[in-house]
Nanobody, 114 residues
Framework: QVQLVESGGGSVQAGGSLRLSCATS????????LAWYRQAPGNQRELVAA???????VYADSVKGRFIISRDNAKNTVNLQMNNLKPGDTAVYYC????????WGQGTKVTVSS
């Protein structure tokens, strides 16, 4: 059974940083583009960043220059380094493939206060 387990969320003040991590099974990791998504209250889930196994990346305009997605091939994890956080980044963050192929995990909540 495919599992996606997100961690690393928390509460920070604007300008702070957080590092999110998503643990995946090896079968997902090797053959898929992996991505981070987020959903703020009252909003639809949106793509934040994506990275192919080869290392190609895509970022939402709102996070370019602040967030960095990475993959640890040895640990089957995909990470999201979030810097210079803004209140608008407050959301529950999820990882999945792109396009979405797997059941959503529980997500990890990020709260940014001004």
């Amino acid at each position: 059974q495919v599992q996606l387990v997100e961690s690393g969320g928390g509460s920070v003040q604007a300008g702070g940083s957080l590092r999110l991590s998503c643990a995946t099974s090896g079968s997902i990791f090797r053959f898929n583009v992996l991505a981070w998504y987020r959903q703020a209250p009252g909003n639809q889930r949106e793509l934040v960043a994506a990275m192919s196994y080869a290392g190609n990346t895509v970022y939402a305009d709102s996070v370019k220059g602040r967030f960095i997605i990475s993959r640890d091939n040895a640990k089957n994890t995909v990470n999201l380094q979030m810097n210079n956080l803004k209140p608008g980044d407050t959301a529950v963050y999820y990882c999945n493939s792109r396009p979405v192929l797997f059941m959503w995990g529980q997500g990890t909540k990020v709260t940014v206060s001004s």
